[in-house]
T-cell receptor
């Protein structure tokens, strides 16, 4: 079956702009989580959605937001981009949070 | 909130040597998961441990979950160059999967 698909793969944005990243989970997976990965901070939890509801949120500022649609596809948005937002953004899906996650290949965001 | 610590941060071994990474949580875990991320890749799920004292094997990889469910380890016997990558443990904290910082393994052929 198809894996987790994230688009776009690479993105370059300017400080102050906003960006929207997309994630299509594995068919049948209703839980979608987002992570920010940087060399210094590792994998940081952003938020988790389940059946269109945000169930958990990490310690990120309100500039980071997300949503999930009825078909389980998810988007995350970052407004007023800062240089420190440059990172690999990973989406992961699972059937339930008690099972292992399947990660997408990520979106590499560079803020200049 | 929960913190998951992993040691060592880096490990360089000669091919054929063994490798172990350790994971410790500040709180009791309901389960622990292990992932591997190859250079330039994304994390790939390896295994989940649920029971206290559980030991699971996958070929040359042995995973253990501590009796108190607050620590875990991954041991690789006779490393190969294909084992190169970063190994992460992750624990569930009120629905959030919290990752350790990872151990990066380099294997010299």
């Amino acid at each position: 079956k198809a894996g987790v698909t994230q688009t776009p793969r690479y993105l370059i944005k300017t400080r102050g702009q906003q960006v929207t990243l997309s994630c299509s989970p594995i068919s049948g997976h209703r839980s979608v989580s987002w992570y920010q990965q940087t060399p210094g901070q590792g994998l940081q939890f952003l938020f988790e959605y389940f059946s269109e509801t945000q169930r958990n949120k990490g310690n990120f500022p309100g500039r980071f937001s997300g949503r999930q649609f009825s078909n389980s596809r998810s988007e995350m948005n970052v407004s007023t981009l800062e240089l420190g937002d440059s990172a690999l953004y990973l989406c992961a899906s699972s059937f339930t949070t008690q099972e292992g996650y399947t990660f997408g290949s990520g979106t590499r965001l560079t803020v200049v | 909130g929960q913190q998951v610590m992993q040691i060592p941060q880096y490990q360089h071994v000669q091919e054929g040597e063994d490798f172990t990474t350790y994971c410790n949580s500040s709180t009791t875990l309901s389960n622990i998961q292990w992932y591997k991320q190859r250079p330039g890749g994304h994390p790939v799920f390896l295994i989940q441990l649920v029971k206290s004292g559980e030991v699971k094997k996958q070929k040359r990889l042995t995973f253990q979950f501590g009796e108190a469910k607050k620590n875990s380890s991954l041991h690789i016997t006779a490393t190969q160059t294909t084992d190169v990558g970063t190994y992460f443990c992750a624990g569930l904290d009120t629905g959030k999967l919290i990752f350790g910082q990872g151990t990066t393994l380099q294997v010299k052929p």
